[in-house]
């Protein structure tokens, strides 16, 4: 069964300050990958997703993603207050399982103004 | 943007009662999940469908069952509800479009079991 891991679990920033959030995994035969950010209260939304070895940026996040060491990130540019939230990531074998989604615990990210 | 309701939002069970959790997604989306969220644990799938008709089991399905009898509904059925039953569920939506895939999320139900 695919494993999920987040780190850290809980994090500090100033207003301005780069954040990067870790997520590791333990299928290699993962296809998609995705953060989800998730505020006190609300429901989870997809925030972005990447399918291939490499980085995409949106923004100012950025996602990086290396199949070889299991391990994908999200870089936050120019934090936020309003970025503070739970940071959910995800991964899936694709397609061929209806994109069923494995979720990490989460990293909740304060952002201190 | 893309809709997903619940129904309760809030629900106090009793132990041994039943207890239907409904979801309703008007994006016409093949797919649909229900989670549970609990501190500590994440996000964490119960059950899902590929379509109408259709039910699998997630990771953790035990003292659960699902029923999707249309595109838009997914019902999350407790049969003999327990307190450690008790979490915030999430149904969701989703399908591959465009090159890409995204999940979209119900409010959410929070149910206590006493």
């Known amino acids: 069964q695919q494993k999920v891991q987040q780190s850290p679990e809980s994090l500090i920033v100033p207003e301005g300050a780069m954040t990067s959030l870790n997520c590791t995994f333990s299928?290699?035969?993962?296809?998609?990958f995705a953060w989800y950010r998730q505020h006190s209260g609300k429901a989870p939304k997809a925030l972005m997703s990447?399918?291939?070895?490499g980085e995409k940026e949106e923004g100012r996040f950025t996602i990086h993603l290396n199949k070889a060491s299991l391990h994908f990130s999200l870089h936050i540019r120019d934090s936020q207050p309003s970025d503070s939230a739970l940071y959910l990531c995800a991964v899936s074998r694709g397609s061929n399982m209806g994109y069923k989604l494995t979720f990490g615990t989460g990293t909740s990210l304060l952002v201190d103004p | 943007e893309a809709a997903v309701t619940q129904s309760p939002r809030n629900k106090v069970a009793v132990t041994g009662g039943k207890v239907t959790l409904s979801c309703n997604q008007t994006n016409n989306h093949n797919n649909m999940y229900w989670y549970r969220q609990d501190t500590g644990h994440g996000l964490r799938l119960i059950h899902y469908s590929y379509g109408a008709g259709s039910t699998e089991k997630g990771d953790i399905p035990d003292g659960y069952k699902a029923s999707r009898p249309s595109q838009e509904n997914f019902s999350l059925i407790l049969e003999l509800a327990t307190p450690s039953q008790t979490s915030v569920y999430f149904c969701?939506?989703?399908?591959?479009?465009?090159?890409?895939?995204?999940?979209?999320f119900g409010p959410g139900t929070r149910l206590t079991v006493l």
């Open positions: 299928d290699s035969a993962s296809q998609y």
């Open positions: 969701a939506s989703g399908d591959a479009r465009w090159g890409g895939y995204e999940q979209y």
């Open positions: 990447i399918f291939s070895n």
